[in-house]
């Protein structure tokens, strides 16, 4: 499990109009645990596409990156993670900027 430390939300442009809802990408900072299997010295980013379409919200995309390299981390959030960070989306969204 990880705790997240640190973030940046902004609402993505979509020039074309193609897109329904609105979409923001989130830049969450992660605090690891040394025993975790996740964990990686140099530090731990995850990025996410949260969108909101009419009344729902969802998490259409994530990845985890390596903090300094932006290096793509192969691993998938647990449900219980997944559940938190569409939390923390959701609670947050507004303060990007819009």
Known sequence: MFT??????ELMKDPFGILTG??????????VAEDDELYHEE??????IYVIEEDA???AKYEFLMTSSNKYID???E???EKMVLAFCQEHFEQSGE
Request: proline share 0%.
């Open 57 to 59: 919200a969802r998490i």
């Open 4 to 9: 997240i430390a640190e973030y940046s939300a």
């Open 75 to 77: 691993f998938e959030l």
């Open 22 to 31: 609105k979409r923001y990408e989130f830049i969450l900072d992660l605090d």
């Open 43 to 48: 530090g731990v980013t995850l990025r996410v």
């Open 79 to 81: 449900e219980d993670e």
